[in-house]
């Protein structure tokens, strides 16, 4: 998994102003880079910012593999709870209208929200009755449906890449550096992929794993009235929030940042508008504001599916 520490650089006025003195901080730690999170800890006094300690360079280029996404009943397995994988769990749905009392967020430099970011996940693969812990420190799935990520397990450090259909289908490469593949086959169901891996002519076994990104359930409000929103795949953590999703509209992905309790994101139709949200954490919802700048805004409440 990723490391990180924090540095403290006296008082942060805005997410715009972290932006614009990146430079200050980019190469003030040897070693690191900055993750693109920071938070105040005493306001109008100091805040900090977080560093990523840099990974040493692939022994071996990436290779970006073709693979052919295999939706058989074979490939699905029993979901188990264990080795720090969580379910997602049906919610029933808080329709209460917020009040009206969080800010509208400064859109200036959205495009830079969440770049650069990883999205770690945490799973276990199966051999001779014996479960592996594998720990990923980035596993994405961008707007097409395409796989990509890095990690470590007792075996060793390796990348992968895949494919992912609309019905949660999945195929991916697992690449150790400098050593084998494994191929990887099964399903997304409850937040969870699930399936069997196979070193094709020498053995099989069979996996969980849990990406940090997990669906949303909740809605927003304008003029008093109340409709719908899911989110089916969105990550918020200290580096900041991504993910994907579609509705009525179109297909769509999230980019944001958070500071503590702030959670910030911009949702990108693809071809279209986007959509600002700004709000915080009550418990295990985020509650704010939504906004279409120039036209309208409303409130929201968004809540996780998983603890």
Known sequence: MSEFMVVEVGPIWSHN???????????????????????????????VVQYRKVVAPAPEPMVQFEVEICNSGQYEVELEVANGVELEVEIDMNTDMP???????ATDGWEQWG???????????????EKAQVDFDDL?????????????????????????????????????YGAHQVMYRGRLVKGVMSGKWEIPGNCDGTFNIMPGWQRWKGGFW??????EMVIEEMYIGSGGVKGRGSDDVGAFVCQGYTNGDQVSFAKTYVGAH????????????VV?????????DGTFRLQAMRA
């Open 17 to 47: 102003d972290y932006v614009n003195r990146t430079g200050e901080w980019a190469n003030a730690q040897p070693g690191w880079e900055l993750s693109g999170a920071w938070w105040t800890t005493v306001p109008s006094t100091m805040s």
């Open 274 to 285: 986007t959509v600002f949200y700004n709000g915080q954490w009550e418990g295990r919802s």
């Open 222 to 227: 304008f003029s008093g009235d109340f409709t």
């Open 115 to 129: 770049q650069g970011m990883h999205v770690p996940a945490t799973g276990w693969f199966a051999q001779f009755g």
């Open 140 to 176: 994405q799935c961008d707007v097409n449906g395409v796989l990509s990520g890095s990690g470590s397990d007792p075996v060793g450090s390796f990348y992968l890449t895949g494919k992912m259909d609309n019905a949660n289908w999945f195929t991916f490469v697992k690449q150790y």
């Open 288 to 296: 704010g504001r939504w906004q279409i700048p120039g036209n309208c």
């Open 99 to 105: 009040t009206p009392c969080y800010d509208l967020v």
